[in-house]
C-alpha cells in the first residue's frame, strides 16, 4: 500500500510540531524516520496512524483518502517501544485479541483465528510460548509478540514507534535483521521512527532526516551517507569534526593550523566537515596538512580504535574524533597527552552562508 502524505502539518497551542510537509511513500517499502528528539517523528506516524489529527493537508493510502477516516477504519498495525501487551493475557490471546474485537461480520471464526495465531507465533518463532504470560518472557522476546500482534490483522501498513529501543544492543541488531526479512516476505509498506542512525541506515529502503518539525532530507542510506545536503544531515549522520576555514595564502588556515587546498576546491571561507574515519594521523605535519592536536583520550571500540584530540593554537568547538584501524594504531603507538598531527583524506566544504556542500579530497 502506497502512502502520500500532502503537506501535513501539526500545531501543539502555539508550538508548530511540524511545518507544511510532505512524503509519498511507495508500496513494499521500509522507511526510516531519524531526528534528534522533539524533531517530529513520533507526531508524524501517529498523525499517518490516525491517533492525532493534523491541522492541515491530506493522506492517502493506495487510492484511498484516509485524511479524516478513524485509526481503526485505517487498516494500519502499530508496535510501540515499550510492548503494550496485556499482562493478564496468555501470548496466544494477545496475538489473537485484534482479530477477537472486529465487528462479527469481518471476524473470522474460532479456528481459523487459532490458525492464523499459531502461524503468527511460528513466524516470530515463538509458537512454544503460546501458553505463556507477557511477565515470563524477555524484552526481546516481548517485542516480537508484539509484532505478531500487530501483524494478525493482516494490515498493508506497520507502523514502528522506536520498537527496538527499549533492548540491548545485541537483540536490538537481531530483531532488526528479523524485522526487515519479514517485510520482505510479507511485502507491507513499513514506518518506524528511529533516533538511532545505524539502525536507520541499516533498516530502510529510504530515510527521512528530520529536525525542527520539517524534513532535512529523504535518500536511499547510500546517498544520504555520500551526499548530505546540509551541516544537520552530515553532523546527525556520523561524528563531525568541523574545521572552520579562513581562506588566506592560498590556504585554510585557523589559528596555527592550515590546510592545502584541493584541486577544484572553492577559494573561499566556510567550514570543512571531516568524518572521524577519514583520516591518516601521524607524529609529523604532512605536505597537506598541519593540524597539531593533543591526545586527551584513547577508547577502544569494536573494531577500531577512537582518539579523542584538542586542537593545540587553533579553535574548534568540540574535541575531534579521529577512528584507526588497530592495525594503524599499533604501528604509531600513540600515548595520552602525546602531540598528532592529523591529514583528512576527505570532506566536504560548506561555503560561509550557504548550506549546500561540495566534497573534497585531498
Ligand atoms: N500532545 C502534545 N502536546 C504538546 N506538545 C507536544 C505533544 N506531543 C508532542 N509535542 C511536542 O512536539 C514536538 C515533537 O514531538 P515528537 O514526539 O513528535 O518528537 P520526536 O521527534 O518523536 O521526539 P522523541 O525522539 O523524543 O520521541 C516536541 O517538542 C514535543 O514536546
Known amino acids: 500500500m502506497s502512502i502520500l502524505i500532502e503537506n501535513i502539518s501539526k500545531h501543539f497551542g502555539s508550538f508548530q510540531a511540524l511545518s507544511p510537509l510532505s512524503l509519498d511513500i511507495n508500496e513494499g517499502e521500509m522507511i526510516g524516520l531519524l531526528g534528534p528528539s522533539g524533531s517530529g517523528k513520533t507526531t508524524l506516524l501517529r498523525i499517518i496512524a490516525g491517533l492525532e489529527g493534523a491541522d492541515s493537508g491530506r493522506i492517502q493510502f493506495g487510492d484511498r483518502d484516509v485524511t479524516n477516516l478513524h485509526v481503526r477504519?485505517?487498516?494500519?498495525?502499530?508496535?510501540?517501544?515499550?510492548?503494550a501487551l496485556f499482562r493478564h493475557m496468555t501470548v496466544a490471546d494477545n496475538v489473537a485479541f485484534g482479530l477477537e474485537v472486529l465487528p462479527k461480520s469481518k471476524r473470522p471464526d474460532a479456528a481459523t483465528i487459532r490458525k492464523r495465531v499459531m502461524h503468527l507465533l511460528d513466524m516470530v518463532q515463538l509458537g512454544h510460548l503460546a501458553q505463556r504470560f507477557p511477565s515470563q518472557l524477555s524484552g526481546g522476546q516481548k517485542q516480537r509478540i508484539a509484532l505478531a500482534r500487530a501483524l494478525a490483522t493482516q494490515p498493508e501498513v506497520l507502523l514502528l514507534d522506536e520498537p527496538f529501543g527499549a533492548l540491548d544492543a545485541k537483540v536490538r541488531k537481531e530483531l532488526r535483521r528479523w524485522l526487515r526479512g519479514l517485510h520482505d516476505e510479507l511485502g507491507?509498506?513499513?514506518?518506524?521512527?528511529?533516533?538511532?542512525?545505524e539502525e536507520a541506515l541499516e533498516l530502510s529502503d529510504r530515510v527521512v532526516v528530520m529536525s525542527n518539525g520539517h524534513i532535512e532530507q529523504i535518500d536511499q542510506p547510500g546517498d544520504l551517507y555520500a551526499s548530505p545536503n546540509?551541516?544537520?544531515?552530515?553532523?546527525?549522520?556520523?561524528?563531525?569534526?568541523?574545521?572552520?576555514?579562513?581562506?588566506?595564502?592560498?590556504?585554510?588556515?585557523?589559528?596555527?593550523?592550515?590546510?592545502?587546498?584541493?584541486?577544484?576546491?572553492?577559494?573561499?571561507?566556510?567550514?570543512?566537515?571531516?568524518?572521524?574515519?577519514?583520516f591518516h594521523v601521524s607524529s609529523v605535519a604532512t605536505e597537506y596538512a598541519s593540524l597539531p592536536l593533543k591526545v586527551i583520550a584513547i577508547n577502544l571500540i569494536?573494531?577500531?580504535?577512537?582518539?579523542e584530540l584538542d586542537p593545540i593554537d587553533w579553535h574548534c568547538d568540540n574535541i575531534w574524533e579521529v577512528d584507526l584501524p588497530h592495525k594503524a594504531f599499533d604501528k604509531h603507538c600513540f600515548e595520552k597527552g602525546q602531540t598528532v598531527f592529523v591529514t583528512p583524506k576527505a570532506g566536504y566544504f560548506f561555503a560561509n552562508g550557504q548550506e549546500t556542500s561540495q566534497p573534497v579530497y585531498w
Do not use: M
Not at 258 to 274: F, H, N, R, T
Open 73 to 83: 477504519d485505517r487498516r494500519v498495525g502499530f508496535v510501540f517501544q515499550n510492548y
Open 188 to 197: 507491507f509498506t513499513s514506518v518506524f521512527v528511529t533516533h538511532d542512525q
Open 230 to 278: 546540509s551541516r544537520f544531515v552530515f553532523d546527525f549522520l556520523g561524528n563531525a569534526n568541523v574545521f572552520d576555514a579562513q581562506f588566506n595564502n592560498e590556504k585554510w588556515q585557523n589559528g596555527v593550523a592550515s590546510l592545502q587546498l584541493p584541486d577544484e576546491a572553492p577559494q573561499k571561507a566556510g567550514q570543512i566537515y571531516l568524518r572521524s574515519h577519514e
Open 302 to 307: 569494536g573494531a577500531e580504535v577512537r582518539l
